[in-house]
């Protein structure tokens, strides 16, 4: 039995935020058969992206938007994120020591490359999208 539903959350990009994302994601996740390895590492890509928006992108917290929505497919979950920082790919190995000149060398942008089956990312009309899929595995 196939199951889809599609549901999205908008919000700022504020710390304060990500608490909301993180509840909404997790009410989410509840429905889908999904193992709690799995949801641990949705949770944890999610809160990644977030954190690299207000650091990285929009360079501090403010009240430009970020959108998440989320499909589930069974037995596939993808997460479709975006914002409109500055354009910035994290699919391509570009972890430049001055690109994160504040962080601890860019870990988070490799939990975000690995955690997922997959990931894809496009730019357009001043929307950065990133797409991480993650599967369950087959059961049979």
Known sequence: MSTNKYTEINVRARYADLLQVSRWLDGQTQTTSLSPR????IQLVVEELFTNSVDHGYRLECDLPIRVSCLWEEPVFTIFYADQAPGF???????????????L?????????????????????SWNHITVSFAAPNNA
């Not at 799995?38 to 590492?41: A, G, P, Q, T, Y």
């Not at 060398?105 to 009309?125: A, T």
């Open 105 to 125: 060398g860019g870990n988070g942008l490799q939990l975000i490359r690995k955690l997922p089956n997959s990931i894809e990312y496009r730019h357009e009309d």
């Open 38 to 41: 799995i949801v641990s590492k």
């Open 89 to 103: 790919n994290p699919c391509e190995d570009s972890d430049n020591p001055a690109q994160f000149e504040d962080s």
